[in-house]
């Protein structure tokens, strides 16, 4: 009886041992266990100078400490707010500011740790240089949360911006990091070394970059980490959206997951993973980077259902990898699809070599090389579907049991199947749709055993050009040089508002300008088999609207044929010059003359031409490019008039980076009343640009610099259809 009366009294008395304290903020602040603390609402200012921590909780328990409407400066940048070690069950919650510091809170060998709602942004940070990403917690580098051996733990809903580090994790497990706002810093959003089984959720690592370049910077960093989960992130516009390593750690067998993040936007690579074993990717947008994923030295990955679109250089890049599975991604618009080699070899992995690949499912188009692999034995490509690549598939050096079966392959193309390799590439099964009996040998070269194609349907030919080629069905493409490839913010559309005959016009906006290729092509999957021989001239309607201060350097036209070569017309580029917001009209003889001087290369003839093309290059400063009326004999165009506006808001502006003046171009779904602003980093508004309204349709309004310090700024669409936001870059 005696020990239920204690307990019942120990029951009744736990809520006043436990009931929140108020106190003021001071220095050297020991937190004893089981309290429960408010620190007194105000602005604080205490330095760290001996980074022993302004708030002390050693050998602690059971602790909670609110900053509700509480601010702390430190000084210099160094020491840390809190100081938490060996201790467990310590929540900081809700503090309004706390920046200065080298960390705002460090924990060390401790658990069961809550870092919640607090902002702790403006510490430490360096924006130059190059980072080491192999480095221990002695050189951190500084930011709002450093966890060292720290197990069970949470950091959720936090503000840690502009800062070299938003959370750092070295030596953890299991920990918890969720919807946490970690964007524009200089180092990492989110740094973990030799850490694992973490939950890395909903976060917003975006922006994450040094102002120098080159640097490791990421918004998300792994080193030498296993069985992490990483999901539904945004991960855009970082050095690297997601960068991992095991390097020399070769025990180590990484087994992370990465899903449903978006990794756009990177200069270096969207998703990079090197030396590395047993990751999984699935699911992620890895888009408008230099690479979409560079997976160097990588094995036993798996890369499924991404979406890998209009990379620099490539989709997917591996150098001496084995074991990978590519299943079920779209891939397309960048010079390589896939790209597959055998480099000089880094030590100790200069026995690795590239083997083993199952490439199966996937969508592969619009690349200059679907798929290019070089010394890569046991190869196999399986159920994949080829269209509008320049060349599908190109198989260099060692070949040893490479396979390539039951694939699509849609459209012409110079080669569907190309191998140099002395091995023999074993190709049954594959269907190529449609073609002609009479040229479909010449899209198969080198040692390559393939089953004669068996025509399953009548191919569709289109026999004679049609009316107007600037009208659908026809299909326009970008096309994408090695090297430059398919950029970000990239457009290419039927213009129904702005045409000079028929339904519509094409226009093309692309922000860099560089050798930029505009391809036309029947619709409805089938072939162009054109003689020319009878026609004389080839007259179309052309308007630019080019970078004010900079002009087109080059204009040429392209007659070709995808297998034998083509007739280029090399113009005067003064000709897209005085095209500048005016339509104008051009006829070039097919003979060529002094205004359209002809070339040819390869073998090319009348008889045989399957497209044309526009290249146009303004050395990278960005162009928008209408072409109408495009034809070989004079009629009049009608076109297909259905679905003549844009369904959804879309914006951009070029050039971008800009020195004197910037163009903002948008479209509108439906007539409204149209708002557009400049702002800066800190929301300070610089410009309004417009607000009345305006009707559906396309619209560019030009921001003259003015004052503008060099730096970034933000453009805010707000419409009655919703709201868009834009990044302009002030040299």
Known sequence: ????????????????????????????????????????????????????????????????????????????????????????????????????????????????????????????????????????????????????????????????????????????????????????????????????????????????????????????????????????????????????????????????????????????????ATFSDGNQFVGNKCNFSHYGFWLGYSHNCLISDNEIIGNLQSGIAIDRGYRNSFINNHISLSPYGIELWEGSGIDPYTDQFSHHYSISDNIIEGNVWGISAINTEDLVVKNNAFSHNKEDIYIEGQATHDTITGNLFRSPTLYHLRSTSSDEVFAPNNTFIPMIDTLIRLRISGNIEWQPFIRTQDPAIQWIPPCDMAERPGVWTIYADPGYGHRRDETLEWDYADRKVGAASVKLYTPRGWDVGLNYRPGDDSLAVWSLQEDDTLTFWLKTIKQPSY???????????????????????????????????????????????????????????????????????????????????????????????????????????????????????????????????????????????????????????GKLHPGIYFYKLTTTQGSSIGKMIKN
């Open 1 to 272: 009886m005696k020990k239920i009366l204690v307990l019942l009294l120990s029951i009744c008395l736990l809520p006043a041992a436990n009931a929140q304290t108020v106190l003021p903020l001071t220095d050297h602040m020991e937190i004893p266990s089981n309290s429960n603390i408010r620190i007194e609402p105000g602005s604080y200012d205490f330095a760290d100078m001996g980074r022993d921590g302004v708030i002390r909780i050693m050998n602690k328990e059971n602790i909670i400490i609110d900053g509700t409407d509480v601010e702390v400066t430190g000084v210099a940048f160094t020491g840390f707010l809190f100081n938490i070690e060996n201790s467990r069950n310590i929540t900081i919650r809700n503090f309004h500011k706390v920046e200065k510091y080298f960390y705002a809170l460090s924990a060390k060998q401790s658990t069961d740790i809550h870092v919640l709602d607090n902002n702790f942004s403006y510490n430490k940070k360096d924006t130059s240089g190059w980072i080491s990403i192999y480095t221990g917690v002695g050189e951190a580098l500084g930011g709002g949360v450093l966890f060292d051996r720290c197990t069970d733990s949470e950091i959720s809903g936090n503000l840690m911006t502009q800062q070299n580090d938003g959370v750092a994790l070295y030596e953890c497990d299991n920990i918890t990091v969720n919807d946490n706002i970690v964007n524009w810093n200089c180092g990492f959003g989110i740094r973990m070394t030799t850490t694992n089984n973490c939950s890395i959720h909903h976060n917003d690592c975006s922006h994450v970059n040094r102002i120098t370049d080159p640097s490791d910077c990421a918004a998300i960093l792994l080193i030498t980490c296993s069985n992490n989960r990483v999901e539904h992130n945004n991960l855009t516009y970082s050095g690297d959206g997601v960068f991992l390593s095991d390097f020399r750690n070769t025990q180590t067998q990484g087994n992370n997951f990465f899903g449903y993040n978006d990794c756009s936007y990177s200069p270096h690579n969207a998703i990079e």
């Open 551 to 705: 002009g087109f350097q080059a204009f040429h036209i392209r007659l070709g044929n995808t297998n034998q070569g083509y007739f280029e017309y090399t113009a005067p580029a003064s000709l897209l010059n005085n095209a500048h917001n005016n339509w104008r009209r051009y006829r070039v003889p097919i003979q060529g003359n002094m205004s359209f001087v002809r070339s040819t290369v390869g073998n090319m003839s009348l008889e045989n031409v399957n497209y044309v093309e526009f290249r146009a290059d303004t050395w990278d400063y960005g162009y928008t490019l209408w072409v109408d009326g495009v034809q070989f004999h004079e009629c009049t165009p009608t076109g297909i008039t259905d679905n003549p506006i844009t369904s959804k808001l879309e914006s951009g502006c070029f050039p971008n980076p800009f020195d004197h003046s910037t163009t903002v171009w948008f479209n509108l779904p439906e007539n409204g009343q149209v708002q557009l602003a400049v702002y800066d980093l800190q929301g300070r508004l610089m410009r309004n640009l417009i607000h009345e309204w305006l009707p559906a349709g396309n619209h560019e309004v030009t921001l003259q610099e």
